[in-house]
């Protein structure tokens, strides 16, 4: 695939060179996201600075199912297969996590009653832009104010990155996981 808006390369500026260099493990280059929005320094500034990647009120393997479930209803692959490759492992999806991501309806096996309010919540969130009663007393029987709104925030966040990944139609990480294929 071949982008929509070409990705700044070398020599970046100084100080974007340093921002990039941060973002990324020693010896690996910066995603083609990153430096798609390198492009436009202001928006690439405004978006890290919206980032929930720090340690926040949930736990790595909660914030990964939110954001690899909104990206893959989505169908933003690119920034899905980024994070399971970078996080999956690390939050314990083997298999049958990494294709309940991508799979309908949030009953999977392999998620447990907490995990699966999280992909209602991504669900609902996708396809009614808001929350339903029944749902919301749910979650607020297993997750603080604090962590709802991070969720909710998680799956916003995540609904414009597929955004600016489907519309620039950036090329896939060589590295990047894949969407499983649907079982013929």
């Known amino acids: 695939m071949i982008p929509r808006i070409e990705p700044a390369a070398r020599p970046y500026d100084d100080d974007m060179e340093k921002t ?9 280059e910066p995603l083609v996201l990153f430096r798609t929005l390198a492009r436009n320094p202001r928006v690439f500034r405004r978006f890290m600075a919206g980032g929930l990647l720090d340690k926040g009120t ?4 909660e914030r990964e199912i939110a954001i690899d479930r909104a990206c893959a209803r989505c ?4 920034e ?10 690390r939050v314990g999806f083997g298999p049958a996590e990494i294709a309940a991501t991508v799979a309908p309806g949030a009953d999977a096996d392999c998620w447990n009653a ?4 999280i992909v209602r919540l991504v669900d609902q969130l996708h396809d009614t832009s ?9 979650l607020k029987a297993e ?10 925030v998680l799956a916003g966040l995540y609904h414009m990155v597929s955004f600016v990944v489907n519309a620039t139609r950036l090329p896939l990480e060589t ?4 969407f499983p294929r649907a079982a013929d």
């Open 20 to 28: 990039l260099e941060k973002l990324m493990p020693p010896g690996v």
């Open 143 to 152: 997750f603080s104010d604090e962590q709802l709104l991070e969720l909710i």
């Open 80 to 89: 899905w297969g980024v994070h399971i490759a970078f996080f999956g492992e």
């Open 58 to 61: 949930l736990s790595l393997r």
């Open 75 to 78: 169908g933003g692959e690119y």
């Open 175 to 178: 590295y990047a996981a894949r």
């Open 114 to 117: 907490h995990e699966k309010l």
């Open 130 to 138: 808001t929350v339903d009663d029944a749902l919301w007393a749910a």
